[in-house]
């Protein structure tokens, strides 16, 4: 569903929209300082990191004001809940200010939306002073079913309302964000991630309704954007 892009949105810098992300089980060190150094360079949002390397970031980005993410129950959200909310509390001790958290989705898919809530308002528990994305992986859901679970987010605690994992077998599309921002109605926020590679379609994403991007190519988006509007933006 293609969604025009006002022109004040296409000039737009997406930087502080993004979420500078690197989870694929090969990361390194040296990989992830690099990511932070991109993201304090490009002025990022935050960045999305494994969850081992949490105290690692927590060094590299002290005295910016690059938030400091990672991921829960990630990708496949069906780890038990008391694993769930071990793992959230550990990394919120260890100075993760972001979860980006995965549903189990088959309470969801069978209509148990009491689970569902319950789980998102325990993780939301475990890490306070935390902000909670929760990834509901659309590419799996019906229209209906998404809204329920933005709602039941909205009711949960949570702080964002996340599209996808970028491991399924579906990414960002503008109809979810679209449905979904529609649906959070501004209580809470639109992340959407997986796919997102260039500055056309995150700036699609941003017109639709997305509060927050995810991506693994932020840095691409941005040298975009500084290749096309920087000179004359500012």
């Known amino acids: ?9 296409a000039r737009l810098n997406p930087a502080a929209f993004i979420d500078h992300t690197l989870l694929k089980p090969d990361a390194t060190r040296d990989q992830i300082k690099q990511l932070c150094e991109e993201a304090v360079e490009a002025g990022f949002a935050s960045v999305c990191i494994p969850p081992a390397f949490v105290p690692l970031v927590h060094d590299c980005l002290y005295g910016s004001e690059v938030k400091v993410g990672s991921v829960v129950g990630f990708p496949c959200g069906y780890h038990g809940l008391r694993q769930k909310v071990q793992e959230a509390a550990e990394l919120a001790a260890a100075g993760a200010q972001e979860l980006d958290m995965v549903i189990w989705l088959a309470p969801l898919l069978e209509g148990r939306f009491a689970e ?7 993780i939301v528990l475990a890490a306070p002073g935390t902000e909670v994305k929760v990834i509901i992986e659309c590419c799996y859901l019906t229209a209906e079913q ?4 933005t709602e039941l987010v909205i009711q949960a605690g949570g702080a964002y309302v996340k599209t996808s994992t970028g491991f399924g077998p579906g990414g960002a599309a503008q109809e979810d964000v679209v449905l979904l921002a529609r649906a959070a109605a501004g209580q809470i926020g639109v992340k959407a991630a997986g796919g997102i590679r260039d500055l056309e379609f995150c700036h699609a994403l941003l017109a639709a309704g997305a509060t927050r ?18 000179a004359v933006s500012g």
């Open 1 to 9: 569903m293609p969604t025009t892009v006002p022109e004040e949105i």
């Open 213 to 230: 991007i995810g991506s693994s190519a932020g840095l691409k988006i941005v040298q975009q954007w500084q290749s096309r509007y920087g």
């Open 116 to 122: 569902v809530e319950e789980e998102i308002a325990q």
């Open 146 to 149: 998404k809204k329920k679970a």
